[in-house]
Nanobody
Framework: QVYLRESGGGLVQAGGSLRLSCVTS????????MGWFRQAPGKERVFVAA????????MYEDSVKDRFTISRDNAKNTVYLKMTNLKIDDTAVYYC???????????????WGQGTQVTVSS
C-alpha cells in the first residue's frame, strides 16, 4: 500500500522556521524522487522543491531558493523540508509527493499526501 503522510506544519511568525516531514511507504517509495508542493488559498498547487531517490539533485522554486532545504533519510523513509526566514506569502497547504522515477523533476508526480497547513503571521 502506498502512502505519504506529512507533518510539522503550524503557525509561525514571519522570519521564523519550520521543518516539514513526510513519511512514505517503505517498499514502494524508498528510492523514488520526492517533491514538495504548496497551495495557497484561492491559488493552484505549485512546485516548491524536489530531490532524487538517492538524496541528490535538489531543485527549488525561485522564491524559496536559499530559504528552504529539501533532504531525505531513506533509512527512515522520510523526506524533509526545512523552511527558514518564512514570509507571509509562504502561507499554504504543503503537500508531499512521489514520482514513479528516481529522477527529480518539477512535474510528473503520481502519489500525493493529504497536506499540512503552514500559516505565517506578521
Amino acid at each position: 500500500q502506498v502512502y505519504l503522510r506529512e507533518s510539522g506544519g503550524g503557525l509561525v511568525q514571519a522570519g521564523g522556521s519550520l521543518r516539514l516531514s513526510c513519511v512514505t511507504s517503505q517498499e514502494a517509495l524508498r528510492y523514488n524522487a520526492m517533491g514538495w508542493f504548496r497551495q495557497a488559498p484561492g491559488k493552484e498547487r505549485v512546485f516548491v522543491a524536489a530531490i532524487n531517490g538517492f538524496g541528490g539533485s535538489p531543485m527549488y522554486e525561485d522564491s524559496v531558493k536559499d530559504r528552504f532545504t529539501i533532504s531525505r533519510d531513506n533509512a527512515k523513509n522520510t523526506v524533509y523540508l526545512k523552511m527558514t526566514n518564512l514570509k507571509i506569502d509562504d502561507t499554504a497547504v504543503y503537500y508531499c509527493a512521489a514520482r514513479s522515477s528516481s529522477l527529480s523533476d518539477r512535474v510528473g508526480y503520481d502519489y500525493w499526501g493529504q497536506g499540512t497547513q503552514v500559516t505565517v503571521s506578521s
